[in-house]
C-alpha cells in the first residue's frame, strides 16, 4: 500500500503538548546519539592522527578544528537548518526524502528507490551499532577506577542492553518524561567539565579558525584522510535527529540543539583538547581523565545513564524507519503497537525490536570494546548522509520549486563534504566497517525480496480480481439483498474488490447497509 505522501516546507510536526515540553522531550531522546560522542571521538581521532607518534600541538588543533567545522556544517546547516524542513505527513528520514522527491517528480523513480533503500538498509546496521558503541564506551569507565572490574565490562554492557530493549514497549512518551532531565544533567556536566579544562590552555580556542583543519589535512595525506574517519564520530546521530522528526516536530529538535546541545559538545570538546595539549597522557582516555578521581564512578553512572539513551535515539528512529518502508510496500507488514494518546508517531514495533537486541548483543560479543567496534561505525552513517544529501536535491529542486542551479549551489557542498567523509570511512573496511555493510546487505535483500515477490503475486492475482467501478455498475443493474449492519472488509489497493467481499456476495447473496 503507498503511502499518501504531503509535504508543506517548514511543518512543525505533531506539536500539542508545548513547545518546551517537546524540547526537553528531544533532548531527552533524540540528542542522546550524537551527545555521547565526546566519550570516544576525539580520543579516537587523535589516536589515528598520532599513529603511536607523540601528540602535537598541529595534532590538536587541526582534529578540534575538525571536529567544529564538521558539527557546524553537517549536523547544524544540512540537517537541523534545512532537511528538518522536508517532512512527509511530519515524518522524517532517509524514506520519507524517497517519498517526498518521487511525489516531486510525479512519478517513481528507481534512483530514488534505489537510494532509499540504501540509505534505510544502512540506519538499520547503524541502528545495531550505536547501542553497542554507546553502552561500551561508557561501561569501559570502571577500568579506570578499578582495573580489577575490567572483566565485567562486556557482562554488564550485555545486562544493560537487556534491560533497555525490554522496556521499550512503555513507549517514547514516558521515556522521554525520564531521561530529559538526565540528559540534562549530562549536557550541562559536558559544558562545566569543558569549561573548567580549557583554562588548562585558552589558547586551544585557536581552533575555531578552519585554517587548522585545512593545514592538518594537507599536511598529513593519508593519515589525514584515516584521522578524517575518526572525525566523523563527533557527527554520527545527526542522522537520527531527520529520523526521529515525526516524534517531537521540527523547532523543538532545532531549539534543543541550536540553543543547548550544540554549545555543550563543543565546550567538553574544547576542554578535552586544552587538556590533552597540557598532559598528552592524558588520551588514553581524555574524557574521564577530566574528572579527578573521586568523581570517577559518578561520572560513569552518568554516562552509562547517557548511552542508554543514545541507543534509545537509534531505536525509536528505526521504529519510525520500518513503518515508512511498511507504508510504502517495501518491507512486510510487522506489528506497530501507539505508545501515545497524543502523538501519532511514538510507536513501537515488537518484531524489530527483538532484532534489533540480537543483532547489538551479537556486536558486543564479537568486538568486546569501543575502541575495536569505532572502526565499523561510521561508514554506515557517512552512506546515510551521502543518499540524504542527494535525494534532498530533489525534494529542494522539484517539490519546493527552487531553481536547480540554487538547489545544487546550496546541497552540493554539502554532499561534497559526506561524500569525503565516506572515502575516509572506506579506508576502515576491513577494519569491521564491513560489519554495517554486511547488516546493511541483509537488509536490503530483504527489501527486493519483498518488492519482488509482492509484485509477482499482484500480477497473478489481478488476473481474477474486479475493479471497483465494474462491481458497482453490476450492482446497479441487479442490486442484491441489502442486511442491517456494517461490514468492514480490508484490501491492500482500493481500486479492485476485495475477495472476502466477492465470496460474499457469491455465496450470502447479500451486501450490508
Given at each position: 500500500?503507498a503511502?499518501?505522501?504531503?509535504?508543506?516546507?517548514?511543518?512543525?510536526g505533531?506539536?500539542?503538548?508545548?513547545?518546551?515540553?517537546?524540547?526537553?522531550?528531544?533532548?531527552?531522546?533524540?540528542?542522546?546519539?550524537?551527545?555521547?560522542?565526546?566519550l570516544?571521538?576525539?580520543?579516537e581521532?587523535?589516536?589515528?592522527?598520532?599513529?603511536?607518534?607523540?601528540i602535537?600541538?598541529?595534532?590538536?588543533?587541526?582534529?578540534?578544528s575538525?571536529i567544529?567545522?564538521?558539527?557546524?556544517?553537517?549536523v547544524?546547516?544540512?540537517?537541523?537548518?534545512?532537511?528538518?524542513?522536508?517532512?512527509?505527513?511530519?515524518?522524517?528520514?532517509?524514506?520519507?526524502?524517497?517519498?517526498l522527491?518521487q511525489?516531486?517528480?510525479?512519478?517513481?523513480?528507481?534512483?530514488?528507490?534505489?537510494?532509499?533503500?540504501?540509505g534505510a538498509s544502512?540506519?538499520?546496521?547503524?541502528?545495531?551499532?550505536?547501542?553497542?558503541i554507546?553502552?561500551?564506551?561508557?561501561?569501559?569507565?570502571?577500568?579506570?577506577?578499578?582495573?580489577?572490574?575490567?572483566?565485567f565490562?562486556?557482562?554488564?554492557?550485555?545486562?544493560?542492553l537487556?534491560?533497555?530493549?525490554?522496556?521499550?514497549s512503555?513507549?517514547?512518551?514516558?521515556?522521554?518524561?525520564?531521561?530529559?532531565p538526565?540528559?540534562?544533567v549530562w549536557?550541562?556536566?559536558?559544558?562545566?567539565?569543558?569549561?573548567?579544562?580549557?583554562?588548562?590552555?585558552?589558547?586551544?580556542?585557536?581552533?575555531?579558525?578552519?585554517?587548522?583543519?585545512?593545514?592538518?589535512?594537507?599536511?598529513?595525506?593519508?593519515?589525514?584522510?584515516?584521522?578524517l574517519?575518526?572525525v566523523?564520530?563527533?557527527?554520527?546521530?545527526?542522522?537520527a535527529?531527520?529520523?526521529?522528526?515525526?516524534?517531537?516536530?521540527?523547532?523543538?529538535?532545532?531549539?534543543?540543539?541550536?540553543?543547548f546541545?550544540?554549545?555543550?559538545?563543543?565546550?567538553?570538546?574544547?576542554g578535552?583538547?586544552?587538556?590533552?595539549l597540557?598532559?598528552?597522557?592524558?588520551?588514553?582516555?581524555?574524557?574521564?581523565?577530566?574528572?579527578?578521581?573521586?568523581?570517577?564512578?559518578?561520572?560513569?553512572?552518568?554516562?552509562?545513564?547517557?548511552?542508554?539513551?543514545?541507543?534509545?535515539?537509534?531505536?525509536?528512529?528505526?521504529?519510525?524507519?520500518?513503518?515508512?518502508?511498511?507504508?510504502?510496500?517495501?518491507?512486510?507488514?510487522?506489528?506497530?503497537?501507539?505508545?501515545?494518546?497524543?502523538?501519532?508517531?511514538?510507536?513501537?514495533?515488537?518484531?524489530?525490536?527483538?532484532?534489533?537486541?540480537?543483532?547489538?548483543?551479537?556486536?558486543?560479543?564479537?568486538?568486546?570494546?569501543?575502541?575495536?567496534?569505532a572502526?565499523?561505525?561510521?561508514?554506515?552513517?557517512?552512506t546515510?548522509?551521502?543518499?540524504?544529501?542527494?535525494?534532498?536535491?530533489?525534494?529542494?529542486?522539484?517539490?519546493?520549486?527552487?531553481?536547480?542551479?540554487?538547489?545544487?549551489?546550496?546541497?552540493?557542498?554539502?554532499?561534497?563534504?559526506?561524500?569525503?567523509?565516506?572515502?575516509?570511512?572506506?579506508?576502515?573496511?576491513?577494519?569491521?566497517?564491513?560489519v554495517?555493510?554486511?547488516?546493511?546487505l541483509?537488509?536490503?535483500?530483504?527489501?527486493?525480496?519483498w518488492?519482488?515477490g509482492?509484485?509477482?503475486?499482484?500480477?497473478?492475482?489481478?488476473r481474477?480480481?474486479v475493479?471497483?467501478?465494474?462491481?458497482?455498475?453490476?450492482l446497479?443493474?441487479?442490486?442484491?439483498h441489502?442486511?442491517?449492519?456494517?461490514?468492514?472488509?480490508?484490501?491492500?489497493?482500493?481500486?479492485?474488490?476485495?475477495?472476502?467481499?466477492l465470496?460474499?456476495?457469491?455465496?450470502?447473496?447479500?451486501?450490508?447497509?
Amino acid at each position: 500500500m503507498a503511502a499518501s505522501v504531503t509535504s508543506t516546507e517548514g511543518h512543525d510536526g505533531p506539536v500539542t503538548t508545548g513547545f518546551w515540553a517537546l524540547t526537553l522531550g528531544s533532548i531527552g531522546v533524540v540528542f542522546g546519539d550524537i551527545g555521547t560522542s565526546p566519550l570516544y571521538a576525539f580520543r579516537e581521532a587523535v589516536a589515528d592522527a598520532a599513529q603511536g607518534q607523540p601528540i602535537t600541538r598541529v595534532i590538536v588543533l587541526g582534529v578540534l578544528s575538525l571536529i567544529l567545522w564538521a558539527l557546524l556544517i553537517v549536523v547544524t546547516a544540512k540537517y537541523v537548518l534545512l532537511l528538518l524542513r522536508a517532512d512527509n505527513n511530519g515524518e522524517g528520514g532517509t524514506l520519507s526524502l524517497m517519498a517526498l522527491g518521487q511525489r516531486a517528480l510525479g512519478r517513481r523513480s528507481w534512483l530514488l528507490l534505489t537510494l532509499g533503500v540504501i540509505g534505510a538498509s544502512m540506519f538499520i546496521g547503524d541502528s545495531m551499532i550505536t547501542p553497542a558503541i554507546s553502552v561500551l564506551s561508557a561501561v569501559e569507565g570502571l577500568k579506570l577506577a578499578t582495573p580489577a572490574l575490567e572483566h565485567f565490562v562486556v557482562p554488564l554492557t550485555v545486562f544493560i542492553l537487556v534491560v533497555l530493549f525490554s522496556v521499550q514497549s512503555s513507549g517514547t512518551a514516558r521515556v522521554a518524561s525520564a531521561f530529559g532531565p538526565v540528559m540534562i544533567v549530562w549536557f550541562a556536566t559536558l559544558a562545566v567539565m569543558g569549561l573548567v579544562h580549557i583554562s588548562d590552555d585558552p589558547s586551544v580556542l585557536a581552533a575555531i579558525n578552519p585554517w587548522y583543519a585545512l593545514q592538518f589535512l594537507l599536511s598529513h595525506g593519508t593519515i589525514g584522510l584515516v584521522t578524517l574517519g575518526a572525525v566523523f564520530l563527533a557527527v554520527t546521530g545527526g542522522e537520527a535527529l531527520y529520523a526521529d522528526l515525526g516524534h517531537f516536530g521540527r523547532k523543538p529538535i532545532q531549539a534543543g540543539w541550536l540553543y543547548f546541545v550544540l554549545p555543550s559538545l563543543l565546550i567538553n570538546y574544547f576542554g578535552q583538547g586544552a587538556l590533552v595539549l597540557s598532559d598528552p597522557a592524558a588520551i588514553e582516555n581524555s574524557f574521564y581523565r577530566m574528572v579527578p578521581e573521586v568523581m570517577l564512578l559518578p561520572l560513569v553512572a552518568l554516562a552509562t545513564a547517557a548511552t542508554v539513551i543514545a541507543s534509545q535515539a537509534v531505536i525509536t528512529g528505526a521504529y519510525s524507519l520500518t513503518r515508512q518502508a511498511v507504508q510504502l510496500g517495501l518491507l512486510p507488514r510487522f506489528e506497530v503497537r501507539y505508545t501515545s494518546e497524543t502523538h501519532a508517531g511514538q510507536i513501537y514495533l515488537p518484531r524489530v525490536n527483538r532484532l534489533l537486541l540480537i543483532g547489538v548483543l551479537l556486536l558486543v560479543l564479537l568486538f568486546r570494546t569501543s575502541s575495536n567496534l569505532a572502526s565499523a561505525y561510521g561508514i554506515a552513517v557517512s552512506t546515510t548522509m551521502v543518499v540524504d544529501g542527494i535525494m534532498g536535491f530533489v525534494v529542494i529542486w522539484k517539490l519546493w520549486n527552487w531553481r536547480a542551479a540554487t538547489a545544487a549551489a546550496v546541497i552540493v557542498p554539502f554532499i561534497v563534504v559526506d561524500m569525503t567523509f565516506f572515502s575516509a570511512n572506506l579506508l576502515k573496511l576491513l577494519e569491521g566497517a564491513w560489519v554495517p555493510l554486511l547488516f546493511g546487505l541483509a537488509m536490503a535483500i530483504m527489501i527486493w525480496t519483498w518488492r519482488r515477490g509482492s509484485a509477482i503475486l499482484i500480477l497473478k492475482t489481478r488476473r481474477i480480481e474486479v475493479p471497483l467501478k465494474d462491481l458497482i455498475k453490476s450492482l446497479e443493474k441487479r442490486p442484491p439483498h441489502i442486511v442491517k449492519g456494517t461490514a468492514v472488509f480490508l484490501t491492500s489497493d482500493p481500486s479492485f474488490v476485495p475477495t472476502a467481499l466477492l465470496h460474499n456476495l457469491k455465496h450470502n447473496k447479500v451486501l450490508h447497509e
